[in-house]
T-cell receptor
Framework: SQQGEEDPQALSIQEGENATMNCSYK?????LQWYRQNSGRGLVHLIL?????REKHSGRLRVTLDTSKKSSSLLITASRAADTASYFC???????????FGAGTRLTVKP | DTGVSQDPRHKITKRGQNVTFRCDPI?????LYWYRQTLGQGPEFLTY????????KSRLLSDRFSAERPKGSFSTLEIQRTEQGDSAMYLC???????????FGEGSWLTVV
């Protein structure tokens, strides 16, 4: 069954703007990972944040994790047309060893 | 070899035929996962291996589906008596055990006609 749920389902912004995507999950986790997927391609790993971490940065990406609210956010700053893709969060459960995905946020960045 | 490799990338088959997909994980990774993804949806977990042991299977994995990882390296996913509802992308991924990053292959597209 799905674990993470992304919000919004779709997001359309202009190049240069920031994009924020949210993820909520249901059970306790060890870590949460964000992935990107271009249409028809495999998933590319973006960032992993562990349950004892609250924020991580990687280039133009900023991820936060609030375990009390069971939620995470992915911020992409200064977006580019090449950032157009679907973005997924994936969580493991404390007792699960596999990753469970939500339905994703489809981001469109207009040039 | 720097990534997860899947073969074939695309497969078109007639309903009722059997198909097999192969996955070669990143060489030092002891965990291997299979997921299925349909259009507009996120990947759905099917099964995973730690070394050669299949440790978990989803209820999505009906008895027409079987996965193996005989020597703890590459894995195969076989679908017997394919149905149109099996049309999807089948994704393989691998990782080191212990809550580490999971890396995905490019997927194998299956179309059942």
């Amino acid at each position: 069954s799905q674990q993470g749920e992304e919000d919004p389902q779709a997001l359309s912004i202009q190049e240069g703007e920031n994009a924020t995507m949210n993820c909520s999950y249901k059970t306790s986790i060890n870590n949460l990972q964000w992935y990107r997927q271009n249409s028809g391609r495999g998933l590319v790993h973006l960032i992993l944040i562990r349950s004892n971490e609250r924020e991580k940065h990687s280039g133009r990406l900023r991820v936060t994790l609030d375990t009390s609210k069971k939620s995470s956010s992915l911020l992409i700053t200064a977006s580019r047309a090449a950032d157009t893709a679907s973005y997924f969060c994936a969580t493991d459960g404390v007792n699960n060893n596999d990753m469970r995905f939500g339905a994703g946020t489809r981001l469109t960045v207009k040039p | 070899d720097t990534g997860v490799s899947q073969d074939p990338r695309h497969k078109i088959t007639k309903r009722g035929q059997n198909v097999t997909f192969r996955c070669d994980p990143i060489s030092e990774h002891n965990r291997l996962y299979w997921y299925r993804q349909t259009l507009g949806q996120g990947p759905e977990f099917l099964t995973y291996f730690q070394n050669e042991a299949q440790l978990e299977k989803s209820r999505l994995l009906s008895d027409r589906f079987s996965a193996e990882r005989p020597k703890g390296s590459f894995s195969t996913l076989e679908i017997q008596r394919t149905e149109q509802g099996d049309s999807a992308m089948y994704l393989c991924a691998s990782s080191l055990a212990g809550g580490n990053t999971i890396y995905f292959g490019e997927g194998s597209w299956l179309t059942v006609v």
